[in-house]
């Protein structure tokens, strides 16, 4: 079936700008989770979505950043007064229903880019 | 908090060589672990995962990884390495306590030669 897919690969922005990140999880999946990666790092986590909630946001970095499921399956990533130091990939993944066994499933990532 | 370190930034081997990467972790209960590889412009792929049981885990790829408790290591090998296996490898750690929180190392860049 169909993985995880991220809309758009590519988004440029100027600083102060807004920006929406969306991620499409596989199909069925409760859970799903937003992570952000830096050039020469490891993904870090920002976000967790069980269903329609977001069960824990402890890893958003400040008030700018928000995320929303409405309706339990696409999620959508915002970030408001964009700043240079967003500039990242922006990986979401799913997993079945959010065990900490589950294997997450990763999407191909957002390239952000603040000018 | 969990944390993974991965002690190289760059593993150079030849084709059809074993290879090894390197992973150690620290949890304050026990560890879920995991593997993942990120080709270029590509999403992570997961390889392999060590929830309990047999400490050597097979995945996908002929990758395997063994579970060191004593030396708080999850080693990532393959008998014999392909080029088509040069990336960039992740390695994972969740704490059994911790359902959401799952840390990744900075990444090791394996490079395969012909």
């Known amino acids: 079936g169909a993985g995880v897919s991220q809309t758009p690969s590519n988004k440029v922005t100027e600083k102060g700008k807004y920006v929406e990140l969306r991620c499409d999880p596989i199909?069925?999946?409760?859970?799903l989770y937003w992570y952000r990666q830096s050039l020469g790092q490891g993904p870090e986590f920002l976000i967790y979505?069980?269903?329609?909630?977001?069960?824990?946001d402890s890893g958003l970095p400040n008030d700018r950043f928000f995320a929303v499921r409405p309706e339990g399956s696409v999620s959508t990533l915002k970030i408001q007064r964009t700043e240079r130091g967003d500039s990242a990939v922006y990986l979401c993944?799913?997993?079945?229903?959010?065990?900490?066994?589950?294997?997450?499933?990763f999407g191909p990532g957002t390239r952000l880019t603040v000018l | 908090a969990q944390s993974v370190a991965q002690p190289e930034d760059q593993v150079n081997v030849a084709e059809g060589n074993p290879l090894t990467v390197k992973c150690t972790y620290s949890?304050?209960?026990?560890?879920?672990l995991f593997w993942y590889v990120q080709y270029p412009n590509r999403g992570l792929q997961f390889l392999l995962k060590?929830?309990?049981?047999?400490?050597l885990v097979k995945g996908s790829y002929g990758f395997e990884a063994e579970f060191n408790k004593s030396q708080t290591s999850f080693h990532l090998k393959k008998p014999s390495a392909l080029v088509s296996d040069s990336a960039l490898y992740f390695c994972?750690?969740?704490?059994?306590?911790?359902?959401?929180?799952?840390?990744f190392g900075a990444g090791t860049r394996l490079t395969v030669k012909p």
């Open positions: 993944a799913s997993s079945s229903v959010g065990r900490s066994t589950d294997t997450q499933y």
């Open positions: 199909s069925g999946h409760t859970a």
């Open positions: 979505f069980q269903g329609t909630g977001a069960a824990d």
């Open positions: 949890v304050s209960g026990n560890p879920y």
């Open positions: 060590y929830i309990t049981g047999d400490n």
């Open positions: 994972a750690v969740r704490d059994i306590r911790d359902n959401n929180d799952m840390r």
